[in-house]
Every structure is written in C-alpha cells, then in structure tokens.
C-alpha cells in the first residue's frame, strides 16, 4: 500500500520559516506529479506546489517566491521550505501523490487549480496532514 505521512508542522512566529517533509512508502518520490496542499479553518483545500517527473516546479501565486517545493530520491522525501510566513499561511497541509497514470491525466501543473475532486482523483494517495500555525 503506498503511503505519504507529513511532518514538521507546528507553530511559527510570522516571518519565520518552517520546512515540511512527505516520506513516501511503497513508491518511489520523482515517478510522478507531487504536491502540497493547504487547508485553513472554514476554507476551501488549494494548491500550494507541484513538482513534476522531470523537476519542473509549480507555485500558487500567494507563495510565489516564498516557498520552495524539492525532493530527494534517495531519502524518498518530498519537502516543502516555507519562509517568510504570515497568519494567511495557517492551515493542515497535505502532500499528495500522482501513482497511477490516467488515460485523461492532466499536466502536473494544473493540478494546482483543480478542483479539490479532480485533485483527488488524479492525485490518488493523500497524507493525514500537518499543522502550521502561524501567530501575529
């Protein structure tokens, strides 16, 4: 069964940094279309990063030039460096994994404005999540 677990959430000042990781389990990270996902409190989930296959990058405007997507295969690890946060930023976020290859599968790239059921289905496996809070 594959599985991706999250970690490294927690509670920031604003303008601190925090790094996520997303160790995958029975798949190898870099194979497909790889992303981080945020859901804040009354709102709806949205694409935060994309990493695709071949390294190509992806960002939601709101984070643009603040977060930084990156894996490492050897460690079969997804990261997500976050800098620079404000309050807005505070949700669970959520990795994801493209592991199956749908005949209609659309580019890694768009899967940052999906809707949250198109995101899930052609991202098929999804962590429990992780928690950042981050204070005034």
């Known amino acids: 069964v594959v599985l991706v677990e999250e970690s490294g959430g927690g509670l920031v000042q604003a303008g601190g940094s925090l790094r996520l990781s997303c160790a995958a389990s029975e798949y190898a990270v870099g194979t497909y279309c790889m992303g981080w996902f945020r859901q804040a409190p009354g709102k709806e989930r949205e694409g935060v990063a994309v990493i695709d296959s071949d390294g190509s990058t992806n960002y939601a405007d709101t984070v643009k030039g603040r977060f930084t997507i990156s894996q490492d295969n050897a460690k079969n690890t997804l990261y997500l460096q976050m800098n620079s946060l404000t309050p807005e930023d505070t949700a669970t976020y959520y990795c994801?994994?493209?592991?199956?290859?749908?005949?209609?599968?659309?580019?890694?790239?768009?899967?940052?404005?999906?809707?949250?059921?198109?995101?899930?289905?052609?991202?098929?496996?999804w962590g429990q999540g992780t928690l950042v809070t981050v204070s005034s």
């Open positions: 994801a994994a493209d592991v199956f290859l749908d005949s209609d599968q659309p580019p890694c790239a768009e899967m940052l404005v999906a809707t949250a059921e198109e995101a899930t289905k052609y991202l098929e496996v």
